[in-house]
């Protein structure tokens, strides 16, 4: 493998003569097998090199040992090669750039090596309630995304109760569940606050029926009141989806993988989840349909396929995605090449409305979701039919669109109402 990258003979000799030439040249293969760049070898392959030398000199004998290395090798890199003056922000890129080949060569080698990437964050309350997760996930059924939502606010509750120094959770009182809902509600949005108190009601609920809490909290604290339908939709208007279309460079991989994103989500008004889920067997192109599976409302969808998005999804699958036995559709580009995840969707939609310079609030795959619906109102369909076409389940969710349905309304101020309810 080594002879793909380096042409001199004495250069692949004096690897493979190192004592850790066969895990380096290991890693090159692994490296190949998963899609890095050939510059990336040849940044990496000479760092490790320097890091054998280094561990050896210091005593090493089996890969085993060189975790404890890791560290003394990246600062002697520093004081070595780093200027004093260079800005923290560029020291700390170069920390990176030197730590993450040794680490990731040894999480090869290493079974149960961790290194410092980042590491899952452990469950809130885990001392006192560790069944809450499973409880929430087995008995309640609720989705991975849900769980991340109680995970966020119960944290916030834990570090609260941290920060102001209450030790044991039996002795709550309604006074401290209190402080922190006013904490939460001066950095918070209404909603946010509503979300917060509904996560503690139910982890409340839990502890008692557990016999954690001696009596029922849940019920001695009230919400902020939210409105249905205080609010329109964030939709943009066709020019500017346009104008977001046209900021995307379709002549990299990226903006071919990106193009048919966003034409996804403003043609179907597909959630970020739903597009990060497709795989090349929900795509019929024979019978020129689209399944979208699993919907939120528990069913699936199938969509004629429009000749723009097809032609989008082939330029990409031929020109842009990566040579992969994956079934999903879309994949990041850098290597190891990975299904995108949601959040990477709804951040592509957020990054190319705010390089088309779009104003709108909370910019995301909601806001094209959102102009999808836009564009149904404004050809007269009714809520029902836009319901089931977006996903909806339930059609209360698609009564706020009643708000920008400006034809209607004209209808009604201008007359009795009467033909239109």
């Known amino acids: 493998m080594l002879e793909r990258y380096f042409v001199r003979p004495d250069t692949i000799d004096r690897i493979r003569a190192c004592w850790l030439g066969p895990p380096i040249e290991r890693y090159v293969a692994r490296l190949t097998e998963q899609g890095y760049s050939a510059r990336s070898v040849y940044r990496r392959v000479p760092i490790l090199m320097r890091f054998a030398a280094f561990t ?12 404890t290395y890791v560290a003394d090798f990246v600062d002697h ?67 991975p995304g849900t769980l991340l ?58 502890l008692h029926r557990e ?24 939709s943009i208007t066709w020019d500017e989806v346009r104008r977001m279309l046209e900021a995307v460079d379709r002549r990299t991989p990226i903006g071919r993988r ?26 019929d192109w024979r019978s020129e349909r689209l399944r979208i599976p699993e919907r939120k ?5 199938a969509f004629p396929l429009s000749s723009v998005v097809g032609e989008a999804l082939i330029d990409y699958l031929r020109n842009g ?17 990975l299904p995108l995840t949601f959040s990477a969707v709804s951040g592509r939609a957020s990054h190319y409305l705010h390089l088309a310079g779009i104003p709108v609030s909370r910019a995301g795959s909601h806001t094209l979701r959102h102009t999808c619906v836009q564009r149904l109102v404004d050809a007269d369909f009714s809520l029902k039919a836009i319901g089931d076409y977006v996903g909806h389940r339930a059609p209360s969710s698609t009564e706020i669109y009643s708000k920008v349905a400006v034809e209607t309304l004209r209808k009604v101020a201008m007359g009795d109402g009467e033909e239109v309810v």
């Open 149 to 206: 939502h109680y995970a966020h606010f119960l944290r916030s509750f834990e570090r609260y109760l941290n920060r102001i120094e209450f030790g044991d959770l039996r002795s709550l009182s309604p006074a401290v569940i209190a402080a922190f809902i006013a904490e939460c509600g001066a950095t918070l949005s209404k909603t946010s606050v509503r979300d917060a108190c509904g996560t503690l009601r139910v982890f409340l609920r839990y």
């Open 77 to 143: 890199w520093v004081q070595e090669r780093v200027p004093r003056q260079m800005s923290g922000k560029r020291r700390g890129e170069i920390i990176k750039e030197i730590r993450n080949p040794i680490e990731q060569m040894l999480r090869f080698e290493v079974p149960g090596f961790i290194g410092t990437e980042r590491r899952p964050k452990p469950e809130p309350f885990v001392d006192i309630a560790p069944q809450f997760f499973p409880y929430l996930r087995e008995e309640r059924g609720l989705r």
């Open 258 to 283: 990106d193009y048919a994103i966003l034409l996804l989500l403003v043609t179907y008004g597909l959630r970020a989840r739903e597009v990060a889920a497709l795989t090349l067997d929900d795509i």
């Open 56 to 67: 050896r000199e210091r005593g090493a004998t089996t890969c085993e040992d060189l975790g």
């Open 297 to 301: 409302a528990g069913h699936s969808t």
């Open 211 to 234: 016999r954690v809490l001696p009596r029922n909290l849940s019920a001695t604290f009230g919400s902020p009141q939210v409105y249905r339908l205080s609010n329109i939709p964030r």
């Open 321 to 337: 995605r990566p040579d992969t036995q994956e079934r999903h559709v879309f994949f990041r580009v850098l290597a190891p090449p």
